[in-house]
Each structure stands twice: as C-alpha cells, then as structure tokens.
C-alpha cells in the first residue's frame, strides 16, 4: 500500500470518528457548554448552549421595559366549553418564577401553559386570538385536531392561509374538535420562540359516550418543555435565524406545566389518569413514576383497543400520551425523566393515606375527588388488560359516588 493512500485512509477514519461524536452530541455537549446556571432549579439539565447574541433578538422583556412592570403569571384554568361558544385568548408578556429567579416569558391568557380548553367532541367553538406581544407575530395552531385549513394556524408564508396576528390585531379562529382525546395549541411561527417563551396549551376533548372511560381518582393535564437559561434569564432568541437545532432550541431546565417545582396530591390507591403532551420544541422526554404502576390507555389517535403495562413513556415533542397511574402506597413519589446518562426529577406525587370515609363525610376530603378505592382486586394484568372495567354500570357506580362526597 502507498504511503498517500495511507494517509487517505487515516484521514478518512478521523473524519468518520469526529462524525460519529458530533452526532451522538458529546462533541456538541463539550464545545459549547459554557455559562452561569442557576441554582435552585432540581430540573436543571447540563447541554450544549449556542453562544447568544444580544442584538436582533426576541426577549421577554419590551426595549426599554423593565422585568419588574410585567405582570405575574396567573395558574392555568381548566376553561370548559360547548358548542357555540366564543372564547377570547390574547398573546401577552408574563414574569413566572423559574430556578429560583422571576424571568419573562409570552403567555395565552397570562398563563403558563395557557388554559386547558375541554369541549365536546363534535362541537364547534370560536376563539378570538389577540397578539399584544408587538415584537413576535402568534398565530393558533391546533395541533392533531383536524380542521378547515383556514382555522390551522399555519401563515401564508408558510403555505397556510390563517392571517397571524400581528401587534395589537385580532384574528378568529372556527374550531371543530371531530376527535375525542388530547390535543394542543401554540403559535406556528418560529417554534423555538413560541414554545420556548411558554405559548402552549392543552386541548381536552371529552367523549362521554366511550372514550376514556375506565373509572380513576382524578385526571391531570400534565405538559413538559424545557427552557434555556442564562444568569437567570431566558437566553434571548435570535430574530432573523434558528439557532443549533432544527425547528427548536434544546432547554437546560426542564419545566412540567410551566414549572420547575411541579407536584399534585393524590391518595394511597388512588389511579390519576394523566394526559401528557410534549410541548419541547426539540427534547424527548422518557418518563416514569417509579413505584407507581403505568397503565398506557392512549396517544395522539386517542384511545387505544388494547391498554399496556409500561415501564416508562417515550414522549417526542408534540406528542400526546394518555396514562393511568396508580399509587399503592403512601409516599412521595417522584416523576422522572431518563436519558442513557441520567435520570432527573421532573416533579413529585405526594402520596397521603385515605382518609376514613367518617372523617370525609365530617368534611376533611377534598370536594370532588373520590377517595374511595376503585379498584378491588383486578391490579394484575388481565388478558384484558384492564384494571376497572368501563362499561355504563361501573361509570354510573363511579357518578354516584363522586356526588355523594362533593355534596
Ligand atoms: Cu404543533
């Protein structure tokens, strides 16, 4: 062999390895890990940060405008509507405190994630959209609902033919929900701002004929994302490009429901059905509930014929999973996310004993919630796969205990 083919060949086989470590990001990781993170967020994840420029960029805060004069993220509200109705959303700027510090961020009705829209299926509901953000333009996108193309949220500049709403003006949105199960909305204009500035909502579309019937304790709209931060601020979003990754911009701390502290009650034995979307604009989220047991009853097509046993949910961005968990024991269980490198915290369960029905009765439970346990002796799997069993007798049984513990 010559020396020059040799030498080709070594060459080549540096190349191939470089490559081969750009890819699988560790490379990536290692050239741009770089800046002061916050302390006091447990969701915080080490990544590769692009450096950031601070001129042309998008910012939560308004030039010249200061973080302390935007007003305080509200809790999101579960907004429930029925056929015909109208509901106004305007596109706004919030603070919300994330890894210990107030930061700015956009917001569908001054929350972060915007309300949780439930509606019938098969009803048609109007929302006008309102933009007052002045900088970004927002649009309505609903996502996995199929609708007329002109509702879609999607700009003619990208092939669509929804106007956005540009600063100050408003565009209305006709949307028919002709599928039951979980969907959401967000701008579909630059994703890595919209998503990662906190533009992002649940649709739940409810089916009370069929869908989702197994009987549980309580549901949870539950969405993950994640937001890049930098000396305790969201790094600023170039205007006129995308930085890193295509489409979106890996976070460094993971938020569920718009915080970095999330958390919910529940009761030894209860099953919480949780509806999770990814609303990410590029991360994968593998979770789990260990010591919980996960029921996979349904995704983005709504409910599944067959339910499974899962050890964790592999959720991509934009996708929806429905899963039921149940809590055998009393104890604070953790929601974790895990990587081939790592495992984090994304939230807790706290896990409390039930509370004897004479003390409920006396007033001590929380309205609306059964603390009752539904589900008697049928937790291994069945050839069915079902824990409770949906039919109408059982939803009935389940109806009149709820009422009979909310008074
Ligand atoms: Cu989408």
Redesign the pocket.
């Known amino acids: 062999m010559k020396t020059s083919t040799l030498i080709s060949l070594l060459l080549s086989g540096i190349i191939l390895i470089l490559s081969a470590l750009f890819l699988t990001g560790w490379l990536n990781g290692a050239m741009f890990m770089h800046g002061n993170i916050p302390s006091g967020s447990r969701n915080m994840i080490m990544h590769g940060t692009p450096k950031s420029n601070t001129t042309g960029t998008i910012q939560g805060v308004p030039t010249g405008g200061k973080l302390s004069d935007l007003p305080e993220a509200k809790p999101t509200p579960i907004v429930d509507l029925k056929d015909g109705d109208t509901y106004d959303m305007t596109v706004s700027r919030v603070k919300k405190s994330i890894g210990g510090s107030e930061v700015a961020m956009f917001a569908y009705n001054g929350s972060v994630p915007g309300p949780v829209i439930r509606a019938p299926k098969g009803s048609t509901i109007k929302i006008r959209l309102t933009n007052t953000i002045g900088e970004m333009d927002a649009t309505l ?1 609903s ?2 609902v199929r609708l007329n193309e002109a509702f879609d949220g999607v700009p003619p500049d990208q092939g669509g033919k929804t106007p956005v709403s540009g600063s100050g003006n408003t565009v209305d949105y006709t949307i028919h929900f002709p599928d039951a199960g979980a969907f ?1 909305y ?1 701008p ?1 204009v630059r ?1 890595d701002i919209g998503q990662g500035m906190g533009l992002y909502g649940n649709y739940i579309v409810t089916d009370t004929a069929s869908r989702f019937a197994n009987p549980v304790n309580r549901e949870e709209y539950v969405i993950l994302s994640d937001i890049l931060l930098e000396n305790r601020q969201i790094v600023p979003f170039p205007k006129d490009r995308t930085d890193h990754s295509l489409m979106g911009r890996y976070g460094n701390t993971l938020l569920v429901n718009g915080t970095d502290q999330y958390s919910f009650d529940a009761k030894k034995g209860d099953v919480v059905r949780m509806y999770l979307t990814n609303a990410a604009s590029a991360r994968t989220f593998q979770l789990n509930i260990p010591g919980a047991k996960l029921k996979l009853v349904g995704s983005d097509s709504g409910k599944y014929g067959k339910e499974t046993f899962v050890d964790s949910v592999l959720i991509g961005p ?1 996708e929806r999973y429905v899963v039921e968990a149940y809590f055998p024991k009393a104890e604070t269980y953790t929601l974790t996310h895990t990587t081939p490198d790592k495992t984090y915290t994304l939230g807790s369960v706290n896990v409390s004993e039930q509370i004897p029905l004479s003390s409920e009765r006396r007033g001590v439970g929380v309205r609306g919630i059964i603390h009752k346990h539904l589900i008697p002796s049928t937790l291994t799997p069945t050839p069915s796969m079902r824990w409770g069993n949906s039919s109408r007798s059982t939803r009935s049984r389940q109806t009149r205990i709820l009422h009979s513990h909310s008074g």
């Open positions: 996108h996502h996995g959401w967000h579909h994703d934009s």
